[in-house]
C-alpha cells in the first residue's frame, strides 16, 4: 500500500523542482523581453511559496478562513508585485 501523504509530498517536490529548474532554463535561454521574463519569475515564485506553505506547512490541515485569508493574501500579494515590476 502506497502512503498517500508521502507520495502527496514527493508529487508537490517534483513540481518544485520542474519549476525551479524551469525558471533557471528560462533565464538563460528564453527569448522574452526582461521584464516580462522577470514578471513571469515572479509569478513563479508566488506559485512555489503557495505549494510550500499549503504543502509543508500543513495550511491544508487549516481551519478554512484561514486558508481563504492565505489564499487571499498571496493572490493579492503577487498581483501587486507583478503589476509594480511592469511599472
Not at 39 to 52: E, P, S, T, Y
Not at 55 to 81: D, H, R
Request: proline residues 2%; hydrophobic residues 60%.
Amino acid at each position: 500500500m502506497f502512503n498517500w501523504k508521502k507520495e502527496h509530498l514527493l508529487i508537490t517536490l517534483a513540481v518544485l523542482f520542474i519549476l525551479t529548474f524551469s525558471s533557471w532554463i528560462m533565464i538563460y535561454s528564453a527569448a522574452l523581453e526582461p521584464r516580462i521574463l522577470g514578471a513571469f519569475l515572479l509569478l513563479l515564485a508566488f506559485v512555489k511559496v503557495q505549494l510550500i506553505i499549503s504543502q509543508y506547512m500543513e495550511l491544508n490541515k487549516a481551519i478554512p478562513i484561514v486558508q481563504i485569508a492565505f489564499w487571499v493574501w498571496t493572490t493579492g500579494t503577487c498581483a501587486m508585485s507583478v503589476t509594480m515590476y511592469l511599472l
